[in-house]
């Protein structure tokens, strides 16, 4: 028999309600209401107007990982709805859930056939606009396939006046277009410096942590606008240096070998035996190895990347914008690297060898500005 | 009887070696109440199996070693059965989710739903969460890891989950940002040679100094290898002095063979050749990566230092194709033509070179 009893077979579930001080912070601090979200102010005006006039549309929402969708369609229906009605009003399938076309036609028509009843004040004494609807939320949309996603836009129609659909994706262009056109569209927008900032800011403040203004910058640059990342990153660091004895300060080299970055001196390393000038002096011996060839050194650097764990497409995004800015690379140079960064990321992502590859990348390089 | 590399792992944070700093990480996190997913990454033979076993054990203590190991059943969506083996414990479940092949996602979604879904029984356990470890995570389908997305968020307050790979690459943005990255390098060489004496002592043997620099040469950073050839080793002559020859596994000597036939001769015969030698590497189960890579490097130790950067850049070409194509012999066939081909051109041109 397997130890994994059904939930509510051996005590009451309570007990597992989430301790807030153990919550991962991007829970804890998903904004509340549409207003806590940051940055995003054309989406949030927008659906602040529904909020009175209880008329929604349905609408999708895509953009970049971390830049509220999800935290958004929550928000909203949570203000909407209320604590009381938000479970029976709201139905949240994503890509975790079976999505074939039956599964979602069927949860679909069992939640919409329920006619949503109004009850307007919440337990909580506040009052809700609690709109004679349901709201549907098909987070990550675009890992459904075309074919359900054709068979949703039958159900969007069938249910048209006690339902309203939500989808939320990263590509909209995945989005089959009878679908999307359905839909109210909103872009979010990787989060810019200040809004992230401020809103990492909120947070060690309302943790009661200490960080400087270097280990902001690092979370803002290592995340590149993606907030889920920096507040996880925080966290982490936090932890860490919570949990050493005595607490240690958090460093902006903690929150680097947490986002898995590449250490300057390893990659600066590795450019100069390609041949890149790089600020600290080349050392005299590659000079001296490269008098017989670039191949064996450009090999054994590699091979000593790989053995430490490095990740081929860190160092690949590291590399190229260490290329990209480089002052005395000339364009020529620049652009002949780009063609090979290209090519690199495409194998990787088509999992490619990264050894192969981390190599393929030093030797084209290296020719390419020599 | 158990091998020495099984034998004497480490089974707790204490008794780990090497990257005391990493281990230290893991200590403090196992007492903080707040553990994170985690995604372990690094070589293979690294030790990063070895640090999740350790981990689990500081979070749950010893139950945690109390093995169950079953072959469960899952069905495909064409209901095709799908047999996987989960080891488990009261507190965790292991699986590789590879084993699934492209039906990953259902194995996936099947078992963190029920893990997600249930609560720890054990009243005295330790911890509130269950951990679910997935080895080769690398490999797991973009299916799969979407499935993952989601749910790693979801189910936060009763479960944790555990990856483990080789690298990142091929892990989606919205999974890695979802872990704490824990990068396990491969030990230096004097981490190897510590960890060589701590068997040799354990076992009572003595390690002559030369024996253990040969074996941590041999070994790549590798530190299960190493363990395994020590132990090779010590059967083939008892007190460890002399000569030692460390056995390349057979496939390897077969690749550098391979090797060897294309440098000496390049025609069709000999094309007809080295295919026969693949399949019969291939009908062995060598990942054909493997085979390629082997070859390539051997290669480059015998040819003009001109030709290097051409073979390795055309072994990089043909082993994504391979992984994207399905008959993998046809382009380990295709990059032996064209490396053939490269090395006659090569001497081509320096024939006619040396008329001017
Ligand atoms: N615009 C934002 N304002 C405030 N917090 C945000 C914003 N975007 C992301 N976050 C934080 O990041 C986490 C993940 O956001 P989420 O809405 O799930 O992103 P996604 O766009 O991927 O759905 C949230 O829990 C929240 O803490
Ligand atoms: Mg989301």
């Known amino acids: 028999m397997s130890f994994f009893k059904p939930q509510g077979a051996a005590k009451p579930t309570q007990k597992l309600t989430a301790d807030p001080a153990l919550q991962p912070w991007v829970e804890k601090y998903r904004p509340k209401t549409i207003d806590d979200v940051a940055a995003q102010e054309y989406t949030v005006a927008v659906l602040q107007k529904t909020l009175t006039s209880t008329n929604l549309p349905h609408m999708l929402f895509y953009g970049p990982p971390g830049t509220g969708k999800t935290s958004t369609i929550l928000a909203l229906a949570r203000q909407l709805f209320g604590p009381d009605n938000f479970r029976n009003r709201v139905l949240e399938l994503n890509a975790s859930d079976e999505r074939g076309i039956a599964i979602v036609r069927e949860k679909v028509k069992n939640f919409a056939r329920q006619t949503p009843r109004a009850q307007v004040v919440g337990s909580d004494g506040k009052t809700y606009p609690c709109p004679p609807y349901k709201i549907i939320i098909l987070d990550e949309a675009d890992s459904m396939t075309q074919d359900a996603q054709g068979a949703l836009r039958r159900i969007m129609e069938t249910y048209a006046r006690i339902t309203r659909f939500c989808l939320v994706c990263n590509y909209v262009t995945r989005i089959i277009e009878p679908l999307a056109s359905r839909c109210s569209k909103f872009r979010f927008t990787p989060l810019d410096t200040t809004s992230s900032a401020a809103r990492l800011e909120y947070i060690t403040r309302a943790e009661g942590i200490n960080v400087d203004q270097a280990v902001i910058d690092a979370l803002i640059k290592t995340s590149s606008g993606d907030l889920r990342r920096a507040i996880t990153y925080l966290q982490s660091a936090s932890r860490l240096s919570a949990s050493s004895n005595p607490p240690l300060p958090i460093t902006s080299r903690d929150i680097q070998e947490i986002a898995g970055v590449v250490p300057d001196d390893v990659l600066n390393s590795f450019a100069s035996v390609l041949g890149i000038a790089v600020d600290d002096a080349m050392d005299v011996d590659d000079i001296a190895k490269r008098a017989n060839g670039s191949f064996d050194p450009i090999r054994k650097k590699v091979k000593e990347i790989i053995r430490e764990g490095y990740s081929a497409s860190q160092i690949l995004s590291q590399l190229h914008d260490l290329v990209v800015s480089h002052p005395t690379l000339n364009a020529r140079q620049k652009s002949r690297c780009a063609l090979v960064f290209a090519e690199a990321d495409k194998a990787l992502c088509d999992g490619a060898d990264e050894e192969l590859w981390t190599l393929e990348v030093g030797l084209r390089v290296n020719k390419a500005i020599s | ?356």
């Open chain 2, 1 to 356: 009887m158990s091998l020495w590399v099984d034998q004497y792992r480490p089974r707790s944070l204490d008794e780990l070696h090497y990257h005391k700093e990493l281990t230290e990480r893991l200590r403090s996190l196992a007492a903080s109440g707040d553990f994170p997913h985690m995604l372990f990454y690094g070589p293979s033979g690294a030790g990063k199996k070895t640090r999740i076993g350790c981990t689990l054990k500081q979070l749950f203590g010893p139950g945690v070693e109390k093995l169950k190991i079953d072959q469960r059943v899952f069905l495909s969506p064409s209901k095709r059965k799908l047999e996987i083996n989960v080891v488990q414990s009261n507190y965790h479940i292991e699986i590789t989710p590879s084993e699934a092949g492209n039906y990953d996602r259902v194995v996936i979604q099947e078992i963190l739903k029920e893990i997600a879904q249930t609560q720890q029984v054990d009243l005295s356990a330790k911890q509130r969460f269950k951990v679910v470890v997935l080895n080769e995570a690398d490999s797991l389908t973009r299916d799969a890891q979407a499935a993952l997305r989601r749910t790693m968020e979801k189910y936060m307050s009763n479960m944790r989950i555990i990856l483990c790979a080789n690298s990142t690459s091929r892990l989606i943005a919205p999974i890695k940002s979802r872990c704490l990255l824990m990068r396990v390098a491969a030990p230096n060489e004097t981490e190897m040679h510590e960890v060589l004496k701590y068997v040799a002592k354990s076992v009572r043997i003595d390690l002559p100094p030369e024996a253990a620099h040969k074996i941590v040469e041999d070994s790549n950073g590798n530190m299960r290898k190493a363990i395994l050839v020590l132990e090779a080793l010590k059967m083939q002559s008892p007190d460890l002095t002399g000569p030692l020859s460390i056995a390349k596994p057979d496939w390897e000597t077969y690749c550098h063979k391979v090797a060897d036939l294309i440098v000496q001769e390049q025609s069709p015969a000999r094309v007809m050749e080295v295919r026969a030698k693949f399949y019969e590497l291939l009908s062995h189960c060598i990942p054909p990566t493997v085979i390629l890579k082997t070859v390539a490097e051997r290669i480059t130790e015998r040819v003009d230092e001109s030709l290097k950067a051409e073979v390795m850049h055309w072994a990089a070409f043909y082993e994504v194709r391979m992984r994207m194509g399905n008959k993998k012999i046809f382009h380990l066939e295709a990059w032996v033509v064209k490396v053939m081909s490269l090395y006659k051109q090569f001497f081509y041109e320096m024939d006619i070179s040396s008329f001017d």
